[in-house]
């Protein structure tokens, strides 16, 4: 029996096991030997990327943009889930529907329309002159405030979504007695249900903040050259200085990031929403 | 009245999600040679354009099969890890089922950086088999994901009534659990499907001269900026939008069928 159940657990995960052994595992224990070996053991590119001003600047900037963005959609998410959270619950599909509508599409499609919006001719610079607020076009492709508007309006649902997912875990009676209690509308919010929410509200930033690292469309599309992020440089050191061992002391980089993200994440996610 | 407020910023929010991606349909139909809004003069120039064009309708049939190629190879290998990883008990269940859900998460220029370096010297560049199961890789997290989630809210004396009722075990699995998974693995695998259809950055780092749909459209925006795009874009909008409710819808019926 036992050798029979052995037996057929490798032929269960055994596809799963070399599809993800051979090009997901092996691949990345490969991206680390590229870094730190040449052919002998050497941290040579590790020296480069410490040295390296472009790295430095370019590193700090991913850092800074995805806090930026990840706060950003806290601050507008929070209340957008709440809202959500506490209309009727026929109104709460159709608008869940709504907002996970452009979570569907791909990225490169959602940074293409900010493309066309906010281009020299685009929509949002005619109804600026139209308006007469701007005399000519506003510069606003390539610019780092393009990266930002992007960013937020893909990631966004997210933060929502996962700030929602908590919310409606929050007993309304728990609120309404702590106004029977005699507490304002302000406190009991502000003591009952925002302790209780905080947790989802932290998840969803983790999953934004490390969603948003590893950005490379929105800001090779919107940003131009001056707003290269990591993801782009990783990119620009294999397609055109073919520098492959500095590409991949960055890739170690940007995944040892994510991995004690992830870590945090499981730290401030109840259990049950990292296995399903 | 914070009420109200919050109300009509709930609204412009809304609206800035989703307006973009509806303003796209009216400028993709413009007859000018430029973007621009309000078309000036509509018509279906550049959805002709897409069609007649062969490296668009190339790259479109390219994604397809790649897209099919993936799904199939990560429904079968997520399912049957799914199984495993539900039903089993061994050792390092947990760590293998973050493992499988991983590339979800994972920023995809490592994936691709690391792919790229093994597949040159695997000498797998520019191959379609190559880019179908590098896609399988990033597809497999969503059928492994809602799989085993189905799977573990099955009720399993089902299963073992069959088997008291003189079914084998194969039989039982067949008869009884495949019937309950079939709208959860559909649902999967339009997700996974799309994950391989809309994959960009991969297929960039990994198919040398191969064009797939987001690679024709990169090198497009990288290069010009013409309404073929537009067109592109919205036929793609409209497909995943169509798929995803699809499947959603499948969720739900099952849920709703079998108790949640």
Request: hydrophobic content about 60%; proline content about 5%; glycine content about 6%.
């Amino acid at each position: 029996m036992s050798r029979r159940r052995s037996f057929q657990l490798a032929l269960l995960l055994g596809p799963a096991v070399a599809l993800v052994g051979l090009l997901f595992l092996f691949p990345l224990f490969g991206v680390m030997k590229q870094s730190l070996f040449s052919p002998g053991f050497t941290l040579e590119s590790f020296a480069k990327l410490v040295n390296s001003p472009v790295a430095a600047i370019v590193m700090r900037r991913t850092f800074v943009l995805a806090l930026t963005v990840t706060a950003l959609c806290c601050v507008l998410g929070y209340p957008l889930a709440y809202f959500l959270a506490t209309m009727s619950k026929r109104w709460r599909a159709f608008f869940l529907y709504l907002i996970l509508l452009p979570f569907w599409i791909s990225v490169l499609i959602r940074t293409y329309t900010w493309m066309v919006l906010l281009g020299r001719e685009g929509l949002v610079n005619n109804a600026l002159m139209g308006l007469g607020i701007t005399d000519g076009p506003v510069q606003m492709l390539f610019t780092g405030f393009a990266v930002h508007l992007a960013m937020v309006q893909i990631l966004l649902p997210i933060v929502i979504l996962t700030c929602f997912a908590s919310m409606v875990e929050i007993d309304p009676q728990l609120v309404r007695a702590a106004r029977t209690l005699g507490a304002t509308p302000f406190k009991a919010f502000a003591r009952v249900f925002f302790p209780m929410s905080i947790g989802g509200a932290a998840a969803g930033a983790i999953i934004c903040f490390i969603l948003s690292l590893g950005f490379y469309v929105t800001p090779a599309l919107l940003g131009g050259r001056r707003n290269i992020m990591l993801a782009n440089l990783i990119d620009f050191e294999v397609h055109q200085t073919l520098n492959w061992s500095f590409a991949s002391a960055l890739a170690l980089v940007l995944l040892a990031a994510t991995l004690v993200l992830l870590g945090l994440f499981r730290l401030v996610a109840p259990e049950r929403r990292l296995h399903g | 009245m914070t009420r109200f407020l919050l109300g009509v910023y709930f609204a412009i929010a809304v609206a800035f999600l989703v307006l973009p991606l509806v303003l796209l349909v009216p400028i993709s139909l413009t007859s000018s040679q430029f973007l621009e809004f309000p078309p000036k003069e509509l018509s279906l120039r550049w959805y002709r354009e897409f069609f007649v064009d062969a490296s668009w309708v190339n790259a479109t049939l390219l994604s397809f099969k790649v897209g099919v190629g993936a799904t199939l190879v990560a429904l079968v290998v997520g399912t049957l890890a799914s199984v495993a990883i539900v039903r089993g008990s061994f050792p390092g269940r947990r760590l293998l089922h973050a493992i499988l859900v991983a590339p979800l998460i994972i920023p995809t220029v490592i994936l691709a950086l690391a792919l790229f370096i093994v597949f040159l010297r695997w000498k797998w560049v520019d191959s379609v088999p190559a880019l179908i199961f590098a896609h399988a890789v990033v597809a497999l997290p969503y059928v492994v994901l809602i799989v085993s989630s189905a799977l573990r809210s099955f009720d399993t004396t089902l299963e073992r009534a069959a088997r008291v009722l003189g079914a084998g075990p194969v039989r039982a699995f067949f008869s009884v659990t495949l019937p309950y998974l079939g709208p959860s693995m559909f649902a999967s695998s339009l997700l996974a499907f799309f994950a391989s259809f809309d994959e960009l950055i991969i297929t960039l780092f990994v198919s040398g001269g191969l064009q797939t749909l987001p690679v024709r459209i990169w090198t497009d925006l990288v290069l010009r900026l013409d309404p073929t795009v537009a067109a592109a874009a919205c036929m793609l909008i409209v497909v995943s939008v169509v798929g995803m409710a699809v499947a959603e819808y499948f969720r739900q019926r099952n849920v709703r069928r079998y108790g949640s």
